[in-house]
């Protein structure tokens, strides 16, 4: 990651920030942005160290959208450039981030507009800044909300709010983003990093295994009748309780019933109690 351009990774902690790192142009996101940020995806999803996954904007603005000028008309002379790029960008904002087996934080302020709207809405989370501004705006400049973005809209708050918001290309600020259902969690801008860094570690204190099964079952199963969806969480129980090292299941009954030393109520079991001993060197 140490020839990136247009992406900036911090760690601290079992935490990845992910910048998108083109605040000159309010980190609107051009071909090689795309190209970096699925190869980092990549890279974190493998990495040991990183718990938890913060995707945000340098400079002040979460990201501008596309790069009218790169991506689009820069990319209109060569078709298999503009689908390989096309590829990148849906990859790592829908398909790679949807089902990701690390929990996901976008972190919002400054402007979140048009193409932004794919890696916000496939990450876990969203604590955003209540100043921020969000705008499907690409009714203003005479296309349809591009990619999947019109799809993943719709999907995902109520069907009235999506069609005002997408028709008329308004703008509206971090409290309206989490009343319709964009965003999670919405704060003054100074308290925005604090408040996204304890989300963070909350999800951290969870069982990884567990949190990554139970994440990705409630994306699985949207799409799912009733039939359909207790066949597939009962064999993902099953799948958890034969493959997870934390023996998740077990520990927590255990300091629950026997030991009485959590409350699941209002926090997790610890973890490492029921991991096997570590191997002693020599």
Not at 149 to 156: F, L, N, Q, R
Request: aromatic share 10%; with cysteine.
């Amino acid at each position: 990651m140490s020839e990136l351009k247009h992406v900036k990774v911090v760690q601290r902690d079992g935490i990845s920030w992910v910048y998108l790192n083109r605040p000159e142009k309010k980190n609107a996101m051009n071909p090689r942005l795309h190209e970096e940020m699925d190869a980092t995806l990549i890279a974190l999803e493998n990495d040991t160290d990183t718990k938890v996954v913060i995707i945000a904007g340098a400079g002040g603005n979460f990201s501008a959208g596309q790069d009218l000028k790169e991506f689009f008309r820069g990319l209109e002379g060569d078709a298999a450039e503009r689908k390989r790029i096309q590829g990148l960008a849906n990859s790592w904002r829908w398909h790679r981030l949807y089902m990701y087996s690390k929990p996901t934080i976008c972190m919002v302020d400054g402007f979140c507009a048009g193409g932004a709207f794919m890696q916000l809405l496939a990450s876990d989370f969203v604590v955003t800044a209540e100043d921020a501004v969000y705008s499907l705006s690409e009714v203003n400049w005479g296309i349809i909300p591009g990619a999947l973005v019109a799809k993943v809209v719709s999907d995902s708050i109520l069907y009235r709010h999506a069609l005002y918001y997408a028709c008329l290309g308004e703008p509206f600020d971090g409290k309206e983003a989490v009343r319709v259902g964009f965003a999670n969690i919405a704060v003054p801008k100074d308290e925005l990093e604090a408040k996204t860094e304890e989300l963070a570690k909350k999800l951290m204190a969870k069982s990884p295994q567990v949190l990554r099964a139970t994440k990705q079952a409630m994306r699985m199963v949207r799409t799912m009748d009733i039939q359909q969806a207790g066949d597939y969480l009962g064999q993902v129980s099953l799948a958890l309780k034969a493959s997870d090292p934390e023996k998740s299941y077990d520990a927590g009954l255990q300091q629950f019933l026997d030991k009485k030393s959590f409350r699941p109520f209002f926090e997790p079991f610890k973890l490492g109690t029921m991991l096997p001993p570590a191997k002693k060197e020599g």
